[in-house]
């Protein structure tokens, strides 16, 4: 099984700032075959179920701001919203799916207004 | 657009068996993609609970594949989910989703049907 560990548990970022979410997963989701990395990010707000951001660790899905943006790669990986907006007070969660369909979440981020 | 909405009982008393189905709407089960359950206890994370196409082709987490069952009715174009010998710990929002072409990512979900185990 890939662990997927995210870091902080809860965020507070003041609104126009940067925030930024960490992800770690337990063995590398790069494959070399394809030059990918299998990792997405979800936004869930409060009552609503989760909403794709991200996939391919950077690939914004469509519809999404693009003060959102993902990188990293292997093991490491970051989600930033460049300049916090109020609507983005919700709880984010990272997502491998290396080993599919074996998929597994993070255990989330929350995200709050400073 | 792609719908999806769940239902089924929201209370279920302990070692009897959840039963949900999820309802497709805007696209038809038998054209393709995989589709999959994911659950989430109150306040807590999102576990990954199985997939399955329309042929009928399942996969399962290996933590509760000896208690799961998912199936697909495309006459209905629904897809179902049960969950055997449930206890308080399988209380959580249920949703059902649609996986991506590409088995990556889950990008059409239901709203989610709370289940609580309960005598």
């Known amino acids: 099984d890939i662990v997927m560990t995210q870091s902080p548990d809860s965020l507070a970022v003041s609104l126009g700032e940067r925030a930024t979410i960490n992800c770690k997963s337990s063995q590398s989701v790069f494959y070399s075959s394809d030059n990918k990395n299998y990792l997405a990010w979800y936004q869930q707000k409060p009552g609503q179920p989760p909403r794709l951001l991200i996939y391919w660790a950077s690939t914004r899905e469509s519809g999404v701001p693009d003060r959102f943006s993902g990188s990293g790669s292997g093991t490491d990986f970051t989600l930033t919203i460049s300049s916090l907006q109020a609507e983005d007070v919700a709880v984010y969660y990272c997502q491998q799916y290396y080993i599919t369909p074996l998929y597994s979440f993070g255990q989330g981020t929350k995200l709050e207004i400073k | 657009q792609v719908q999806l909405q769940e239902s089924g009982p929201g209370l279920v008393k302990p070692s009897e068996t959840l039963s949900l189905t999820c309802t497709v709407s805007?696209?038809?089960?038998?054209?393709?993609?995989?589709w999959g359950w994911i659950r989430q206890p109150p306040g807590k994370g999102l576990e990954w609970i199985g997939s399955i196409y329309h042929s009928g082709s399942t996969y399962y987490n290996p933590s509760l594949k000896s208690r799961v069952t998912i199936s697909v009715d495309t006459s209905k174009n629904q897809f179902s989910l049960k969950l055997s010998s449930v206890t308080a710990a399988d209380t959580a929002i249920y949703y059902c989703?649609?996986?991506?072409?590409?088995?990556?990512?889950?990008?059409?979900w239901g709203q989610g049907t709370l289940v609580t185990v309960s005598s």
């Open positions: 805007g696209y038809s089960i038998s054209s393709g993609y995989y």
């Open positions: 989703a649609r996986l991506t072409g590409d088995l990556t990512a889950f990008d059409y």
